[in-house]
């Protein structure tokens, strides 16, 4: 044991500065410091958040200074010895007597908020062998408001599968055993009462930060609360989590720059704490940044959750040391298994106890890490000199731990909040309306296709160069006997070649998936309102690509001047367009890959546009399958045939066959030449696409319920604790 632990315990009770081997500070003997200019330097830190300048500094109590530890009431008065004090991080620690620091709370007080308690938890998954193997084993810990509970271990450790475990959001394929309990009873969440932030930023890049979380705020947030209310709500979050100062700045993506990687992680943050949920889970709220980034993310976590009585549980991979020291509680896990559970202050002392004491100079948290981590097994340094692989160190610190004193603390801790049954969870008062969802899914995806390049205004610019391409090609196209031919060859490139460019935008709609399956586990609105706003928002796109290059097109071939025939040709090219759209939407929800979806989007409209009634006529079509029921499917036979229709009814041609009469008819072309179907009009066709529209997109609704039904993400706000 060293010296700093030898005066520990030769004096419990006393005050001190407990050392902290950050590689960042010198240790060089600092001066003496008295208790007010320790207070002084600790206000500097990001915990003296914004939202507490309505309070009195002077008037801050050790206890609301330092979050980390509870200390004895009149124990700031006592001022620490000059030989106790050394400066090691900018981020400090005041401790008292770990001993008794470990349950803050005495028995049978009651904290307001979620008190979130796991006991033998055990997570395992079907190895394909019959048999099953073992995520978690036997986890026992909890989770109380206020505090930061951090969740450590090496890749594969079981971090993330305990946090989805504990919100609600294991796969299908796994299965779980032990007690999870909300305030010491099994709850069913209301709504807004818990959040998930994941660790990927699925964020729409071309809203501000403003518009995203004002949209955000106006699909959670109730009807009763007023459209300013609303805003104050959202500007008030944007403010707590210090992006004020980005407030008009696009998030930005791959093609355009904007927010920092820590700026779009509180963005996240934000989205998600509008409703001010009492259980906060972040998954991994640090990967990726630097240690700045990361210190100030976490600062604003801990200040939210201090401020608001929220129960913070994150997985963190591997934090700087001030990081580090914002957390008030550790797990940590090692192959599923419990490695440590308690104050992360009384971490080092466990390690150093059980044979393993931190190096000089090294950060802590990697000292454990790599202490437990067996993926690269080197010797491990052990007590003086000492050395031991990690597997043998990982099973020394397990059995330590069960037989430690800290882990019955624990155990007594779990049991007095479920005895203490807290009190009932606070109705939220439930979310926006459905159709209020729909109009603001329907702006907020309008805003989204006009900012965004790739949506629509590129395939635009595409659809006029190919419609200038085809009205030079067939230019004044004329009435003669050969024109017949390529009419019929002109509209077989506008209905199926011209649609088929639609597979353009399907980067997008991968995108669009990923936000609403992000939005959707975590309760923000249903599948109907996102189907209905992203058909909404995508019409008058899709009618301006119809009507200008079809303009283009139609006037420069010289087809049917009279304004019907206009009006019958562009609305049978926008449904077509619709239906591609619709199309590449259903193969999005089931293969959210780039290529993949691509390929697979392809190839149906290949399949269609073979069978669609041109390159081989209806009735050559051989009749198992491809004229029943194929012909009959493909949306390409009623676009073909109401073009057709629309263009040859009224017309005559010149017969330059021998033996013929001098002048064919539209109405005989159709029949003869094409095979179209003349017992409707070209309306009807109009009607069966615009139908085929309608079963595209409830297709879409379908495969999304029935994909949630395959994989059982219960949502964060209405799920139930087994």
């Known amino acids: 044991m060293d010296s700093t632990n030898t005066i520990n315990h030769q004096l419990p009770s006393v005050l001190r500065w407990t050392p902290s081997p950050s590689?960042?500070?010198?240790?060089?003997?600092?001066?003496?410091?008295?208790?007010?200019?320790?207070?002084?330097?600790?206000?500097?830190?990001?915990?003296?958040?914004?939202?507490?300048?309505?309070?009195?500094?002077?008037?801050?109590?050790?206890?609301?200074?330092?979050?980390?530890?509870?200390?004895?009431?009149?124990?700031?008065?006592?001022?620490?010895?000059?030989?106790?004090?050394?400066?090691?991080?900018?981020?400090?620690?005041?401790?008292?007597?770990?001993e008794k620091s470990f349950l803050e709370n005495p028995k049978g007080s009651k904290r307001k908020g979620i008190c979130l308690t796991w006991k033998n938890l055990n997570v395992g998954v079907s190895d394909g062998k019959n048999g099953q193997k073992m995520i978690l084993q036997g986890l026992t810990g909890f989770a109380e408001p206020g505090q930061v509970l951090a969740i450590m271990g090496p890749s594969g450790s079981g971090k993330s599968t305990l946090l989805d475990a504990l919100a609600g959001r294991l796969s299908s394929n796994t299965k779980q055993s032990g007690e999870i309990l909300i305030n010491g009873r099994k709850e069913k969440l209301a709504y807004g009462t818990s959040a998930y932030v994941t660790q990927d930023d699925t964020l729409m890049t071309t809203l501000t930060v403003r518009e995203a979380v004002y949209y955000s705020a106006q699909l959670q947030l109730p009807d009763t609360m007023s459209r300013s209310e609303k805003k104050e709500r959202a500007e008030t979050t944007i403010r707590e989590m210090g992006l004020q100062g980005s407030m008009d700045t696009r998030i930005g993506g791959w093609s355009t720059k904007g927010l920092s990687g820590g700026q779009k992680r509180r963005v996240s943050i934000c989205i998600e704490i509008l409703t001010r949920p009492k259980l906060l889970f972040l998954d991994e709220p640090t990967s990726g940044l630097d240690s700045a980034a990361s210190y100030h993310v976490m600062s604003r976590i801990v200040g939210l959750a201090r401020r608001y009585e929220i129960t913070v549980v994150a997985s963190i991979h591997q934090p700087s040391s001030e990081v580090f020291e914002l957390f008030q509680n550790l797990c940590l896990l090692s192959s599923g298994r419990t490695v440590y559970f308690g104050p992360t202050s009384m971490a080092e002392q466990f390690f150093a106890s059980s044979g393993f004491p931190i190096p000089t100079l090294r950060n802590p948290s990697d000292h454990y890490l790599r202490t437990i981590n067996k993926d690269f097994d080197d010797d491990i340094e052990q007590g003086f000199g000492g050395k031991t692989n990690a597997k043998e160190a990982i099973n020394i610190l397990v059995k330590s731990y069960e037989s430690s004193a800290t882990f019955e603390q624990v155990k007594q801790r779990v049991s007095e909040i479920c005895q203490q049954k807290g009190g009932d969870l606070e109705k939220k008062g439930g979310q926006a309306s459905f159709i209020a969802q729909c109009l603001v899914l329907t702006k907020r995806s309008f805003v989204n296709m006009y900012r965004d390049l790739g949506y629509y205004w590129l395939r635009l610019a595409i659809y006029i160069a190919l419609c200038l391409c085809v009205g030079t090609i067939f230019y004044d196209i004329g009435s003669n006997y050969g024109s017949i031919?390529?009419?019929?060859?002109?509209?077989?490139?506008?209905?199926?070649?011209?649609?088929?460019?639609?597979?353009?935008?399907?980067?997008?709609?991968?995108?669009?998936?990923?936000?609403?399956?992000?939005?959707?586990?975590?309760?923000?609105?249903?599948?109907?309102?996102?189907?209905?706003?992203?058909?909404?928002?995508?019409?008058?796109?899709?009618?301006?690509?119809?009507?200008?290059?079809?303009?283009?097109?139609?006037?420069?071939?010289?087809?049917?001047?009279?304004?019907?025939?206009?009006?019958?040709?562009?609305?049978?090219?926008?449904?077509?367009?619709?239906?591609?759209?619709?199309?590449?939407?259903?193969?999005?929800?089931?293969?959210?890959?780039?290529?993949?979806?691509?390929?697979?989007?392809?190839?149906?409209?290949?399949?269609?546009?073979?069978n669609g009634g041109f390159f081989r006529l209806p009735n050559d079509l051989p009749r198992p399958f491809w004229r029943y029921p194929m012909y009959y499917i493909a949306f390409h036979k009623y676009a073909f045939q109401g073009f057709y229709k629309n263009e040859f009814e009224g017309l005559q041609f010149p017969n330059e066959q021998v033996g013929g009469p001098s002048v064919i008819s539209g109405e005989d072309i159709l029949r003869n030449v094409w095979q179209v179907e003349l017992g409707y009009s070209k309306w009807v066709d109009v009607a069966i696409l615009f139908g085929m529209v309608v079963v595209y997109r409830l297709m879409f609704f379908g495969i999304i319920k029935m994909v949630e039904k395959l994989k059982p993400m219960v949502r964060g706000f209405s799920f139930f604790w087994f």
Do not use: W
């Open 23 to 98: 590689p960042t500070r010198s240790l060089l003997k600092e001066p003496e410091t008295t208790t007010s200019t320790v207070v002084e330097s600790l206000e500097i830190q990001s915990l003296a958040y914004k939202d507490r300048e309505d309070e009195d500094s002077s008037s801050l109590s050790i206890e609301q200074i330092f979050p980390f530890r509870t200390i004895v009431a009149g124990a700031a008065s006592r001022g620490p010895s000059s030989d106790n004090i050394r400066e090691v991080a900018p981020s400090f620690r005041l401790n008292s007597e770990p």
């Open 485 to 610: 031919q390529a009419r019929g060859s002109m509209l077989m490139f506008v209905a199926a070649f011209l649609t088929f460019m639609a597979i353009g935008g399907f980067p997008s709609f991968v995108e669009d998936m990923k936000i609403f399956e992000r939005e959707r586990l975590n309760g923000h609105y249903g599948v109907a309102a996102f189907v209905v706003g992203n058909t909404l928002s995508s019409i008058p796109y899709l009618f301006f690509m119809s009507l200008i290059p079809g303009a283009m097109a139609y006037y420069l071939v010289g087809l049917q001047k009279s304004i019907e025939h206009f009006t019958c040709f562009v609305l049978v090219l926008f449904v077509c367009m619709t239906l591609v759209e619709s199309l590449m939407m259903i193969v999005a929800s089931i293969v959210p890959d780039f290529l993949m979806g691509i390929i697979t989007g392809a190839g149906i409209q290949g399949v269609m546009m073979l």
